[in-house]
């Protein structure tokens, strides 16, 4: 039940482009997307529902497959402040349960 | 200022003591959440109130108990306090129960049981 995040960590350099997808084996009705810096809590970033178009945060941006039951989390350019964990949250029951992936690692060097 | 607050941030205790864990949020939301994130990061979640009522009621150990005072309030009792239990505690809340609802998280409670 619980959506799998791909990579489970990636570096970059500041500039370089990453992708973090998020599968789940039941139907997506909508994905929420947080980013947890360490230490600290996780921060709204998007949600995408089922039937939306792909949506935007500066060069943060996702898109939301349906068929393929999965979002993808783009990140273009990347800047020293993306470094974090990326988690995407299903909520395959519409009650608000977020059932949240195992989360990406994500460090972005100068 | 603070939309979601938690007291206290950081609770270290030993085995066996009862603690509890307070959130508020000023928000105006109706509901509210407790999460467990574990040493992996693994971020579960316990328990959900609407309006004051239980809706979502994870698989916890029933030493665990959330209370619901009032729509702004959602506090966490933890009796008889084990070793697996030390994690981050975040507490969440959003305007409804619904999928569409973002979820604003509290700055987290880190527990250490010794």
């Known amino acids: 039940q619980q959506p799998v995040q791909s990579p489970q960590a990636v570096i970059l350099r500041e500039g370089e482009d990453a992708v973090i997808n998020c599968s789940s084996s039941k139907a997506l009705y909508s994905v929420h997307w947080y980013r947890q810096k360490h230490g600290e809590a996780p921060v709204f970033l998007m949600i995408?529902?089922?039937?939306?178009e792909q949506k935007g945060h500066d060069k943060i941006s996702a898109s939301f497959n349906e068929k393929k039951q999965q979002s993808s989390l783009y990140l273009t350019a990347s800047q020293l402040s993306y470094s974090g964990t990326y988690f995407c949250g299903t909520d395959p029951f519409n009650t608000g349960k977020l059932i949240f992936g195992q989360g990406t690692t994500l460090q972005v060097k100068p | 200022d603070t939309a979601v607050s938690q007291t206290p941030k950081y609770l270290v205790t030993q085995m066996g003591n009862d603690k509890s864990i307070k959130c508020e949020q000023n928000l105006g939301h109706d509901t509210m959440y407790w999460y467990k994130q574990d040493s992996k990061k693994f971020l579960k979640i316990m328990f959900s109130y609407n309006n004051k009522e239980l809706i979502i009621n994870e698989t916890v150990p029933n030493r665990f108990s959330p209370k619901s005072p009032d729509k702004a309030h959602l506090n966490l009792h933890i009796n008889s306090l084990e070793l697996g239990d030390s994690a981050v505690y975040f507490c969440?809340?959003?305007?409804?129960?619904?999928?569409?609802?973002?979820?604003?998280f509290g700055p987290g409670t880190r527990l250490t049981v010794l």
């Open positions: 995408l529902l089922k039937g939306g």
């Open positions: 969440a809340s959003s305007q409804a129960a619904g999928q569409t609802d973002t979820q604003y």
